[in-house]
T-cell receptor, first 113, second 113 residues
Framework: DAKTTQPTSMDCAEGRAANLPCNHS???????VYWYRQIHSQGPQYIIH???NNETNEMASLIITEDRKSSTLILPHATLRDTAVYYC??????????????FGSGTQLTVLP | GAVVSQHPSWVICKSGTSVKIECRSL??????MFWYRQFPKQSLMLMAT?????????EQGVEKDKFLINHASLTLSTLTVTSAHPEDSSFYIC?????????FGQGTRLTVV
């Protein structure tokens, strides 16, 4: 799986958009970008994933650059409950694959009141 | 999304005793489940891959005789920490995959005193 680089920490004002960057310059053509988050003392929670097109769901939007070497997770209106460690993971998304997710250090997002 | 339930959420045990942690996929079948360990202020580290009906695969440095894994059905995997010591105190998290997405349990906080 391709290596990812994320900032260690970020702050965001409550109600504003939180933009979390991720670099994955060695991504392969068949690798997807996944985002998970982990609220303190809980298991990771799936947020979104994409291959090359921008994706949006009820939680967030994922913007992937045209060369796919970086991406940004956008939480459009951050709340205090969005304070968590956000992990960007790049991997092949084959159905039935038994491969595990490899977690890096992630970005600690703190939403400030 | 799919639900993975982990039990107990927290447990305190005496040094030398054994503790069993259960991981269940509630609304899907999981041939493969994963067990992670997370120490304070660190990322998740894969301990082992649990395979239904066969032996688990352990990561390098993880003692298979100390961390017993049983995956007797398509919806249940158990991790037993045998002869627990204070250094085994950690946050243990299980994961199961449905199609291309991985879902995580709530985690189990183990404290060995």
């Amino acid at each position: 799986d391709a290596k990812t680089t994320q900032p260690t920490s970020m702050d965001c004002a409550e109600g504003r958009a939180a933009n979390l960057p991720c670099n994955h310059s060695t991504i392969s053509g068949n690798e997807y970008v996944y985002w998970y988050r982990q609220i303190h003392s809980q298991g990771p929670q799936y947020i979104i994933h994409g291959l090359k097109n921008n994706e949006t769901n009820e939680m967030a939007s994922l913007i992937i650059t045209e060369d796919r070497k970086s991406s940004t997770l956008i939480l459009p209106h951050a709340t205090l409950r969005d304070t968590a460690v956000y992990y960007c993971i790049v991997r092949v998304a084959s159905i039935g694959s038994a491969r595990q997710l490899t977690f890096g250090s992630g970005t600690q997002l703190t939403v400030l009141p | 999304g799919a639900v993975v339930s982990q039990h107990p959420s927290w447990v305190i045990c005496k040094s030398g005793t054994s503790v069993k942690i259960e991981c269940r996929s509630l609304d899907f079948q999981a041939t493969t489940m994963f067990w992670y360990r997370q120490f304070p202020k660190q990322s998740l580290m894969l301990m082992a891959t649990s395979n239904e009906g066969s032996k688990a695969t352990y990561e390098q440095g993880v003692e298979k005789d100390k961390f017993l894994i049983n995956h007797a059905s398509l919806t249940l995997s158990t991790l037993t920490v045998t002869s627990a010591h204070p250094e085994d105190s950690s946050f243990y998290i299980c994961s199961a995959r449905e199609n291309t997405e991985a879902f995580f349990g709530q985690g189990t906080r183990l404290t060995v005193v």
